[in-house]
């Protein structure tokens, strides 16, 4: 998609910086729509350098903003760990954090509890964000098979 400057301040940004931001915008709006996952600045940082080398992590912070402010993407906010970001336009869905290698995944809704569920004691639900805690199939297949030669 292209993205006009503004007509009121055309000479603030000068075109080929503009073209490289929009490069990299779209390098790591990329990476973040492809990932099964919110990720970490770190984590887009890595798979983002695969398309573009030499790519700065400060970099990679400037644009996340730049992508909340546009609403492409949001944070997410998990129990422990750094802030994550997923694509925006993913609806409701809960996510499986692996506490053997701190991937996150997202899962559909593993909570079937509509808006508006009166709990017991007169709580009435407006929304969840469950995270369930526990290995990814990766690491399930490594623990069995470290069971098998150890203890
Ligand atoms: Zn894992
Ligand atoms: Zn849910």
Same mark, same amino acid.
């Given at each position: 998609m292209k993205h006009e400057q503004q007509a009121s301040r055309? &000479? &603030?940004?000068p075109a080929p910086l503009g073209q490289r931001q929009t490069r990299q915008r779209e390098a790591i709006g990329r990476v973040i729509e492809a990932a099964t996952g919110p990720l970490t600045a770190r984590e887009i940082h890595a798979r983002a350098q695969e398309e573009?080398? #030499?790519? #700065?992590i400060a970099t990679v912070y400037r644009t996340i903003k730049l992508l909340l402010e546009a609403r492409e993407i949001k944070g997410v906010v998990l129990p422990s760990g750094e802030p994550r970001y997923e694509s925006a336009g993913r609806g409701h869905h809960d996510h499986f954090l692996c506490r053997s290698c701190e991937q996150v995944f997202d899962l559909g809704c593993p909570l079937r509890m509509a808006r508006g569920t009166s709990l017991p004691g007169g709580f009435v639900v407006e929304d969840h964000e469950v995270t369930l805690f526990g290995l990814c199939p990766g690491c399930t297949a490594g623990a069995t098979q470290g069971k098998a030669t150890s203890t």
């Open positions: 055309p &000479e &603030e940004v573009m080398a #030499g790519l #700065g």
